[in-house]
C-alpha cells in the first residue's frame, strides 16, 4: 500500500467495467476509524481523479457523532484548514449489494498529517524498513449480527433462526451461520469484489456473533486497511438483508464481548521471519518484551471507548494483564503453534471497535521500544494467566487516557501532536459520556435515596 494516486486510467477502466454503477464513496478513516467523505457522482470521478479532493483537517478529530471536538486544541485555532487529498491507488472497488449502483476508494492526504492515523502506521512502518526489517500483519475481527430497526436505532436483538440464548453451546458450530447463510454468502462476495483476503468465518460465542479472519499481508498499512474495509464489508452485506451488525466491543453484559486479534511478525531483508527460532529468537523475546512493557502506554488506543472497558472481565479469553505464552487463549500476547515461518505473535487485547491503523502502530511501537532496550519479557506462562501477576492493565477509560498522555514511549512513536490530540479527543468523549443520566441511574437510584 503505497499511497500512490489513482490514475485516470485505472479510474477509467474501473468506470467501464462497472456499468452500473452511479455513486462513488470516497472516504479516509478518523482516530476512531470511522470512515469519513464525500459522496461522488460517476460523470465526476475522472475529475477528481485528476485533481484529487479537499478535506477539512479537522476530519481526522471527530467524535463518533462527527463532531469535531474543540478540546483538541485543532479547530479554531489553526482556522481548520482545508488539506488536499487524492484518491488512493488499488483501492477504488465496487460494492455489490443491494442495487448494485454504489462503489467506494479510500482517500489519502497528499503531504502526511500529523493528525493522521494512516501516517502514524506509516512513520512506523518506515522506521522498521531504515532497519532492513518488513513487519507481516493480519488482523481478526468478531461481531455480533442483529435485526435493523426501522427507525434507525440499534437495538440488540438477534435476527430470525438466531437463538437469544447465550447459554446455548455455540462456538465453531454452525447452527447461526446457516440461519445466516445468505447474509455470509454476501460478505464474502463483496470481499471477493473490493480485493480483500478474507480467510474463514467462525460462529462464536454470543448469539448471532461470528469472526472472520484476514490472511497475512507483507505490508501492514495494507493489512489495516483490510480491517477497517471488512467492517464497512459486513455492515453493507448486513443492510442488504435489513438486518445490522456491530463491532462495539461489549454489546451486552452477559454476552462474549468482541474483540479484535492482530497476529504479527517480522521479516529480514531476505524474507526471512525474525521471530523464529527454538522455538523463538532472542529477537523475539526483545520484541515481546517491549510489548509487555508498553502495553499499559497504549492501552487508550485497544480500548478507545466507555463500553470498550466493559469487555475486561474474567475468565472471557480477554487478558487484563500482560502476560505472554505458548499456544495459551488465556494471555495478551499469544504464541500461536506454527510451522517455523510462520512463527508470530497474537495481540489478544484491543476491541473490535478499536482503529486498526493506531493498534498496529502501538504494536509496532512496542516493539521497537523493546528491541532498542534489549527488555527481557520474562518467562512464558504456561497455566491460566489469571492466576498468576504480571503487570496489570488499566481496565478503566481515564486510567488508560491518564498512561497514554504522559508516555514518553507514545510521544517518540505517534509524535506530541497526535498524542495531545488523541488525548484530548478521547478526555472530552469520556467527559461527555459520563454526565448522561442513564435508566440504569434511575433503576438502582432513584427509589432508595
Not at 4 to 32: H, R
Request: net charge negative; hydrophobic share 45%; charged share 20%.
Amino acid at each position: 500500500m503505497t499511497g500512490a494516486q489513482l490514475t485516470v486510467d485505472e479510474a477509467q477502466a474501473f468506470l467501464d467495467a462497472n456499468t452500473a454503477v452511479q455513486w462513488i464513496d470516497a472516504f479516509l478513516f478518523d482516530m476512531n476509524g470511522i470512515a469519513r467523505g464525500k459522496r461522488i457522482r460517476r460523470p465526476d470521478l475522472i475529475g477528481v481523479a485528476k485533481r484529487g479532493l479537499m478535506m477539512p483537517s479537522s476530519v481526522f478529530i471527530m467524535d463518533p457523532f462527527g463532531n469535531c471536538v474543540e478540546e483538541t486544541g485543532r479547530l479554531w485555532e489553526t482556522g481548520d484548514p482545508d488539506a488536499c487529498c487524492h484518491l488512493l491507488s488499488g483501492t477504488l472497488a465496487p460494492v455489490p449489494v443491494g442495487d448494485g449502483k454504489r462503489a467506494q476508494v479510500v482517500v489519502a492526504t497528499d503531504v502526511r498529517d500529523e493528525l493522521d492515523p494512516r501516517a502514524v502506521l506509516a512513520n512506523q512502518v518506515e522506521r522498521f524498513a531504515r532497519a532492513g526489517r518488513t513487519p507481516v500483519a493480519a488482523v481478526e475481527l468478531e461481531f455480533y449480527v442483529t435485526k435493523r430497526n426501522a427507525a434507525g436505532v440499534f437495538l440488540l436483538e438477534t435476527p430470525e433462526g438466531v437463538a437469544d440464548d447465550p447459554e446455548r453451546p455455540l462456538t465453531f458450530g454452525f447452527e447461526d451461520m446457516d440461519a445466516l447463510s445468505p447474509f455470509i454468502d454476501d460478505i464474502f462476495r463483496v470481499c471477493e469484489a473490493q480485493g480483500l483476503p478474507v480467510d474463514g468465518v467462525i460462529q462464536e460465542s454470543g448469539p448471532g456473533q461470528f469472526e472472520i479472519n484476514l490472511k497475512h499481508r507483507a505490508d501492514v498499512l495494507g493489512a489495516a486497511l483490510d480491517g477497517l474495509l471488512l467492517k464497512r464489508a459486513v455492515k453493507a452485506a448486513a443492510h442488504a438483508h435489513q438486518l445490522d451488525a456491530t463491532f462495539m466491543a461489549k454489546p451486552h453484559h452477559d454476552w462474549a464481548g468482541s474483540g479484535m486479534h492482530v497476529h504479527l511478525c517480522l521479516l529480514d531483508q531476505s524474507g526471512d521471519n525474525l521471530f523464529a527460532g527454538d522455538p523463538i529468537s532472542p529477537l523475539f523475546r526483545y520484541a515481546l518484551g517491549g510489548l509487555r512493557d508498553s502495553m499499559a502506554d497504549f492501552m487508550a488506543v485497544w480500548a478507545q471507548s466507555a463500553n470498550a472497558y466493559r469487555r475486561y472481565v474474567p475468565k472471557a479469553y480477554v487478558s487484563m494483564a500482560a502476560h505472554w505464552g505458548f499456544n495459551n487463549r488465556t494471555v495478551a500476547l499469544r504464541i500461536p503453534h506454527a510451522e517455523r515461518a510462520a512463527t508470530r505473535v497474537e495481540h489478544r487485547v484491543a476491541g473490535a471497535d478499536a482503529n486498526p491503523y493506531l493498534v498496529i502502530a502501538s504494536m509496532l511501537a512496542g516493539i521497537s521500544h523493546g528491541l532498542a532496550s534489549e527488555i527481557d519479557p520474562g518467562p512464558a506462562i504456561e497455566a491460566h494467566a489469571e492466576t498468576i501477576e504480571a503487570p496489570p492493565l488499566p481496565t478503566s477509560w481515564v486510567n488508560a487516557l491518564g498512561l497514554f498522555e504522559g508516555s514518553e514511549i507514545v510521544r517518540g512513536a505517534f509524535g506530541a501532536t497526535f498524542q495531545n490530540a488523541f488525548s484530548r479527543l478521547k478526555n472530552a468523549e469520556r467527559s461527555n459520556f459520563e454526565r448522561i443520566v442513564t435508566p440504569l441511574d434511575h433503576l438502582w437510584y432513584a427509589q432508595g435515596t
